[in-house]
């Protein structure tokens, strides 16, 4: 389902259609930040995969790219394309972004959110950067099903 990513974007649907309102980036930011403030856990955990950045790279043309911490000067390509499926390595976005339309959801609250939690990840003076958990998986896969996992805490 995204991880925790994919929870808080949810949440963000929700939101938007309960208000009538279409979130903007600098709100989608300020409602993760609040959100991350008020989670039990210490991250905000997502993923994505080896295709996706080796995707990103050919498509700006730069190599060796570490996603959770890229060089300053190429940031504003990458949060340029971040957002096209085949960039994203996390099936659950990946099928949001591809059948947006069939689900009903705004695919611009997709492509903003995608794009505001990579410049927090990536902005380190920030204190929520720490608070966001970006998991690079390793070699291929392909997903057969969702498993939701439910902890009782007592």
Known sequence: MGG????????????????????????VKRLLMQYIDQMEHEQLYWCTDDQAVDHIEKTIDEYGIDIQSPRSDIQDSIVQIISEPNNIGDVHFKTLLNQYQKLNIRKALIQIFIQVYYRMLWDKS????GKLKLEQ???????????DVRHDKN
């Open 126 to 129: 920030e204190s929520y950067s």
């Open 4 to 27: 925790d990513a994919g929870e808080f974007f949810l949440g963000l649907v929700i939101y938007e259609e309960l208000y009538g309102k279409e979130l903007t980036a600098a709100e």
């Open 137 to 147: 998986l390793v070699g291929s896969h392909q997903e057969d099903a969702f498993i």
